[in-house]
Structure formats: structure tokens, C-alpha cells
Nanobody, 120 residues
Framework: QVHVAESGGGLVPPGGSLRLSCVASGSRASDAALDWYRQPPGGQREWIASVSAGGGGDYADPVKGRFSISRDNAKNTVYLQMNVLKFEDTAVYYC??????????????WGQGTQVTVSS
């Protein structure tokens, strides 16, 4: 129902910036919530950002003040602007599309991830 594709990762020095993109397609893409997660090397997958009501963003504590999420509903695309990157931000970043259908449990669709490496 939803195909998710992330892009924009790469190698960046500490203090640098990257912008990730997540494009959702498919029959339910237009009403899917698109959230960002990441999984550091050897670590657990963790939620980092979601679009909040009114177009703002909700963020996990480690990225507050540095990352910014936005969504273009017309394009079924969500962006993650990452600034002042730290070594600890090194991770595979995933986009998750969540679809609600009637009274059924929500269904998640995951992208393949995009690697962000912060290194000097």
C-alpha cells in the first residue's frame, strides 16, 4: 500500500549539515504519517522526529534544536534537515510510513534506509 524511499545520506564532518528526503508512493501514500527513525552502529532503532499538528515537528532529545522535520503533502514527501551534526548522529536513517485503516491496527511501511556518517 505504501512504498517508502529515503535519500540524502552521506559522509559529513562534525558540525556539518545534511538534508534527508523520504518519498512515499502507493495507494495509501497520501494519508500516511511519515516519521524518521535511526539506528546507530550496534545500537537500537530509535524514533527521532515526526511532523506535529500545524506543520511543526516533534523531536527526540538528542536531536532537538539541531534537526528539523517538514512535510510536503502534495509530494507525499517528508524532509529531515540535520544541522550541527555530531559523531553520535552516525546511523542508518529510516523513514516509516504509518497507515490507519478503519478500526484495524496501524500498519508500518519501512524504507531501506540511508546511511549518515559523521566523521572527521
Amino acid at each position: 500500500q505504501v512504498h517508502v524511499a529515503e535519500s540524502g545520506g552521506g559522509l559529513v564532518p562534525p558540525g556539518g549539515s545534511l538534508r534527508l528526503s523520504c518519498v512515499a508512493s502507493g495507494s495509501r501514500a497520501s494519508d500516511a504519517a511519515l516519521d524518521w527513525y535511526r539506528q546507530p552502529p550496534g545500537g537500537q532503532r530509535e524514533w527521532i522526529a515526526s511532523v506535529s499538528a500545524g506543520g511543526g515537528g516533534d523531536y527526540a532529545d538528542p536531536v532537538k534544536g539541531r534537526f528539523s522535520i517538514s512535510r510536503d503533502n502534495a509530494k507525499n514527501t517528508v524532509y529531515l534537515q540535520m544541522n550541527v551534526l555530531k559523531f553520535e548522529d552516525t546511523a542508518v536513517y529510516y523513514c516509516n510510513a504509518v497507515v490507519h485503516t478503519g478500526n484495524m491496527d496501524p500498519v508500518s511501511y519501512w524504507g531501506q534506509g540511508t546511511q549518515v556518517t559523521v566523521s572527521s
